[in-house]
């Protein structure tokens, strides 16, 4: 059964950092292209950053540049989100995503930040940044 498992989010004071873990099964998490989106209160979901399978490429958001990275352990099927200096604008919910099987090859090399290019989805995990 295909799955992806988000887990680090949590309660963080601005300025302060978190790890975010997207832990993959169920399928081979060297082929795909994964995608990190948040989605906060009111607002339409947004891709965050996304990193392609065999070159690990990757894409952010103007808003978390320089702030955010991310990576990937196809050994341990996991992608990470490192959020550093995080802000109180970053509060939402977190979503990893895989990318869609027909776009699996395009996406050696690239990757894709908007959420119609991904088709399986985990369950999120709240971020709340606040004093």
């Known amino acids: 059964q295909l799955q992806l498992v988000e887990s680090g989010g949590g309660l963080v004071q601005p300025g302060g950092s978190l790890r975010l873990s997207c832990a993959a099964s169920?399928?081979?998490?060297?082929?795909?292209?994964i995608g990190w989106f948040r989605q906060a209160p009111g607002k339409e979901r947004e891709g965050v950053s996304c990193i392609s399978s065999r070159d690990r490429s990757t894409n952010y958001a103007d808003s978390v540049k320089g702030r955010f990275t991310i990576s990937r352990d196809n050994a341990k099927n996991t992608v990470y989100l490192q959020m550093n200096s995080l802000k109180p604008e970053d509060t939402a919910v977190y979503y990893c995503?895989?990318?869609?099987?027909?776009?699996?090859?395009?996406?050696?090399?690239?990757?894709?930040?908007?959420?119609?290019?991904?088709?399986?989805w985990g369950q999120g995990t709240q971020v709340t940044v606040s004093s």
């Open positions: 169920g399928f081979t998490l060297d082929y795909y292209a």
């Open positions: 995503a895989r990318i869609k099987s027909v776009l699996a090859t395009t996406s050696q090399a690239m990757c894709f930040m908007s959420p119609v290019s991904y088709d399986y």
